[in-house]
């Protein structure tokens, strides 16, 4: 079996976004490409020989065919071992787990997360690190950097390797260590939760609906609620993992999420909904015709955390993104612990979770996690929700008003504006920069602007700089507006404008988001010129 030295021409358009490499399948399969980036990947680790590295994805197209690259230039590049999921498959808090677990090198992950999938859909890459988190910007940064100037790259000219069965097989001096996709992530689920409580919730005739939408949490839904969890089988629905993900777009929120929504707004709903998405780090949590807010979930989640066996001793901070609500910052001042607002992205928290700094944290856009892995994770939020209700035994609707009772309610709702003309989405942003001189002061109605600011963060653990992160308008009372560009999309641009209002009247907790936040939203579109700019007046997706 020899190696290949193919020569090659760089790619200039292969800079990392928040997660990894996105584009669409196509771009991915233009020659050289995938491998280009690969082999940058591998120039810029230089990890020792014989290391190890595991490798899998969420199933999308072009999965399979990626993996069998990937693997012949691992050979080719000297790694000893790589750990696959069988057929390919790993979530990403999977991955991560098996990164930790085994003390390997590294991971590569391919997914493109929530993004739609199929052969003109989109298609994913990342490196994570030793901790089982995603590559620090300095390392993205570097990869980038060599993907310019690449000419050459390594691979082995050999057979496709079976991935379908448990086992090991020898690729050129290598080892390809086919493992058990689910095994080492439920077991590890089940040392963090009160299984036996979950299991007498559930044998109760508590109901539950699990939405896998066809992406790669089906196989996990259904080890863990079912199989270890006593779960009826009908529970987990669309649980099969499929290429184009049934022709459907792998994201959990009140959109795409429409069949378990129905479900949960229909007649006889089930006590409890959830969702996850393309790659399993997401989640959407749902009562009884009751929609939980990622942010209010992450609140509820760290003021509940004793009640989970392994945050029986308490947690030792929290974080959030930037553009995610301060409902947790009013937790974290109750239970007398840090809070950090980070920029969005997970590798932020990585660095405080290696440090100690937290152990809960969160994203708005659906993903919550702790310090167990390095990758948010979809299952690990469902289960702490399981665990809480079979404690308290009371309805998700109850559970979260009684939480805004105690702390106040963080009115909350982002605005997704998907494919815009990217020069008119970047056009909105320099006008909201340019006029941060001339809005502090100004009244809009009972509201008025006291600062605006493009958010920035100093890493305090490595003292790495982020700028230019979300523009932030912030009011007098405390609300806020915060407008991003998205970084996990592979076409045009996606504009999410985030907002959200402060109410500790208890009496006005039942009012609709959009209702309560009607003067902000027609803020937002004055001050953003947005209609005029974009040609779009109305959001793709509210959240």
Known sequence: MTVQVVASQPYQDQKPGTSGLRKRVPAFQQVHYL????????DTIQAAPGATLVLGGDGRYYNRQAIQIILKMAAANGFGRVLVGQGGIL???????VIRKYKTFGGIILSASHNPGGPDGDFGIKYNMENGGPATETVTEAIYARSKVINEYRIVDAADVALDVIGESQLGNMVVQVIDAVADYAELMESLFDFPAIRSLL???????????HAVTGPYAREILVKRLGASADSVMNAVPLEDFGQGHPDPNLTYAHELVEIMYGENAPEFGAASDGDGDRNMILGDHFFVTPSDSLALMAANARLIPAYAAGIAGVARSMPTSAAVDRVA???GIPCYETPTGWKFFGNLMDAGKVTLCGEESFGTGSDHVREKDGLWAVLFWLNILAIKRQPVATLVKRHWRQFGRNVYSRHDYENLPTEAAQGVMTLLRDSFASLPGKSFGRYTIASCDDFSYTDPIDGSLSTKQGVRILFEDGSRIVFRLSGTGTEGATLRIYLEAYEPDSTKHDLDAQDALWDMIKIALTISELATRTGRDTPTVIT
């Not at 979530?91 to 787990?97: E, G, K, R």
């Open 91 to 97: 979530s990403t808090p999977a991955a991560s787990c």
């Open 35 to 42: 491998q280009n980036f690969v082999q940058s990947i591998f």
């Open 203 to 213: 044998a109760s005739g508590f109901r539950l609906k699990f939405d896998a939408m």
């Open 333 to 335: 001042e109750e239970l």
